[in-house]
């Protein structure tokens, strides 16, 4: 450990790009994020560490590490304005674009999406995108994804835990905007902020990343063993796929205080005392396993509760999507498309009464309510850019 204690004490980097590599043959191309959290730092000092020892003439493709929200990170803090975890949508981006006074999250935004399309149009094919983050509460490192095939097959090599389903509860990830674009991305958890095993999971993570996505062959990663096995060993050797069933969202000025000793995966029972808030106890309102109790000053999400999937629910969710047959959908009463290239349905809820958010799951559509009446559906599959990665050893 005392090979990494040295970086706790280090200064973050004000660099929007840590490092990038240019291997000396054509390959895919892999970019990292850390610290679009400004206090989730130790995917920052994982990548530092690890881009000085890789050498371009092992390099097949490209490597690149962009840091996030630089204001923040210098200031140790999970944002300064306002969340940049929660402004990639189309029309948020649109919106600041046209803001006459931009405010400091904003202004990253811009910059980040002036590096990735810069990246989009000279990198090479097949994109991976890792998303790298900390928790606030204990947690063994997971995986979490947008549910599209290509997300799911890449994210079963590594040997932790799976959550699908957390974009139909958060608005705005980086990562929802890009899977929105068609490409294989995942955000990795690595440990507890200031967890030191954090960093050491985020190294261990990256190397897998680069010899998974074929950017780097397995015998030029010293101890490849050692960085998978401890992966698994911190992941209580828990492989199973998770699905988000339930979020307690914090509303503005509220007094929402976790109460200790929570931890994600652990097991809960339904009404179990779970927070205080506003002079009300809050208890669980389902059986399941706690997921990312919230233990910070900053943040809108209370606490999530995941349940596993059951293997053959996912087998049947990939034989029903490669059979196209949400092409039906539209043919049932109050479902409509708004767009059927990028795989948008509208459920009209006064009329579809038996509207089963499971059916609409199995087929990859998430939804999100946009009124009282209507929920809008979003489907990975249709935009995801498959033929891009079918020829890759995982796919």
């Not at 890789?54 to 923040?72: C, D, F, M, T």
């Not at 233990?295 to 606490?303: I, L, P, T």
């Amino acid at each position: 450990m005392d090979v990494y204690s040295h970086v706790l004490s280090r200064k973050i980097s004000a660099n929007r790009y840590l490092g990038k590599i240019i291997g000396k043959r054509s390959g895919p191309t892999v970019v990292f994020f850390a610290g679009i959290h400004g206090n989730e730092t130790a995917g920052v000092f994982a990548l530092e560490n690890i881009l000085k020892t890789i050498s371009p003439k092992q390099v097949n493709g490209r490597i690149y590490a962009i840091s996030g929200n630089l204001s923040a990170l210098q200031k140790n803090v999970r944002y300064l304005d306002s969340d940049l975890n929660r402004l990639w949508t189309q029309q948020h981006i649109e919106a600041i674009k046209n803001k006459a006074q931009p405010n400091i999250e904003d202004l990253e935004l811009l910059s980040i999406l002036e590096a990735l399309n810069t990246i989009l149009e000279t990198g090479s094919a097949p994109f991976y995108f890792i998303d790298l983050h900390t928790t606030s509460s204990k947690t063994l490192p997971f995986i979490t994804i947008n549910d599209a095939i290509i997300n799911r097959k890449f994210s079963k090599q590594f040997p932790v835990p799976i959550v699908l389903g957390i974009e139909e509860y958060l608005n705005g990830p980086l990562l929802s905007y890009i899977n929105a674009l068609g490409y294989v991305s995942l955000g990795f958890e690595s440990g507890q902020h200031d967890d030191l095993r954090a960093i050491t999971n985020g190294i261990a993570f990256v190397y897998l990343t680069l010899v998974f996505s074929g950017v780097l062959k397995k015998k030029n990663v010293v101890d490849f063993d050692k960085h998978y096995n401890q992966l698994k060993t911190q992941s209580a050797n828990l492989v199973d796929v998770f699905e988000v069933i339930y979020l307690y969202r914090i509303k503005d000025k509220d007094t929402f205080k976790m109460y200790n000793g929570f931890k994600s995966f652990q097991s809960l029972k339904k009404d179990t005392k779970l927070a205080h808030n506003n002079n009300a106890e809050i208890t669980a309102p389902y059986s399941g396993r706690m997921f990312m109790p919230l233990y910070q000053n900053k943040g809108a999400e209370g606490f999530f509760i995941i349940k596993p999937i059951k293997p053959y629910i996912l087998k049947l969710s990939i034989a029903l999507r490669r059979t196209k047959i949400d092409s039906l959908l539209a043919f049932l009463p109050g479902v409509s498309w708004v767009s059927k290239k990028d795989g948008i349905l509208e459920v009209n809820l006064k009329i579809a009464k038996f509207f089963a958010k499971s059916i609409f799951h199995l087929l990859g559509y998430r939804n999100k309510r946009i009124t009282p009446t209507h929920l809008r559906l979003n489907n990975r599959e249709r935009v995801a850019k498959t033929a891009m990665y079918r020829r890759e050893v995982w796919y």
